[in-house]
């Protein structure tokens, strides 16, 4: 009986949370709103696949967002709903900061070793080719195209009937997908040096 109370209890406390903070917005009332809301914020963070530390991480961030732009809600009865926004929108911009720190090779740093494109075996654009085998026959024909082959991104997109944007997004996946073999083969060169 009691979980039934507390269920009942809970969205009617988040509500008198929410309507205090609203119509007070000081230093108390934010820390009753940070007290209920941050356990839900780090459950919905872990949920999606974020570690302790950086479901903190962003939690503290959503609730300081919400601290600045409470002034910013048109309705009160959407709080709820317009937090979780700003949680999905920031956990959105960690993935999306997170990818643009991926770990990438510049190929072109591989031109001289790439340049043939019908060698023998044990060559370095063979070497290229089975690099690139693991990726799907999709990704190898593009990566052929752009740094064999030396399409331009604009010719690419044209023969292929996709938005130039399209072709750096799957180049720049391809490349990340690469970058552990061709450091591992760069290093290994540099050892047998």
């Not at 950086?54 to 709903?81: G, I, N, P, Y």
């Not at 911009?93 to 643009?100: L, P």
């Amino acid at each position: 009986m009691n979980k039934e109370l507390i269920a009942i209890d809970r969205p009617m406390h988040e509500e008198n949370v929410t309507e205090r903070y609203l119509d007070a917005p000081n230093e108390l009332s934010f820390a009753d709103l940070f007290r209920v809301f941050t356990p839900q914020l780090l459950a919905f963070f872990r949920t999606r696949g974020c570690e302790t530390a950086l479901a903190e991480d962003l939690a503290q961030e959503v609730m300081l967002a919400v601290h600045l732009k409470a002034s910013q809600l048109r309705e009160r009865k959407l709080f709820r709903a317009w937090l979780f926004k700003i949680a999905r929108n920031a956990l959105s911009h960690y993935y999306r900061n997170k990818a643009a720190e991926a770990d990438t090779v510049d190929l072109a740093d591989f031109a001289d070793r790439l340049a043939a494109s019908h060698v023998p075996a044990a060559t370095p654009a063979f070497e290229f080719r089975r690099w690139t085998a693991f990726l799907n026959p999709h990704e190898q024909e593009l990566m052929r195209l752009r740094f064999i082959e030396q399409w331009e991104y604009n010719e690419i997109a044209a023969a292929q009937a996709v938005p130039i944007g399209t072709v750096k997004w799957r180049v720049f996946n391809a490349r990340k997908k690469l970058a552990p073999y061709l450091k591992a083969g760069l290093y290994d060169m540099r050892k047998a040096a």
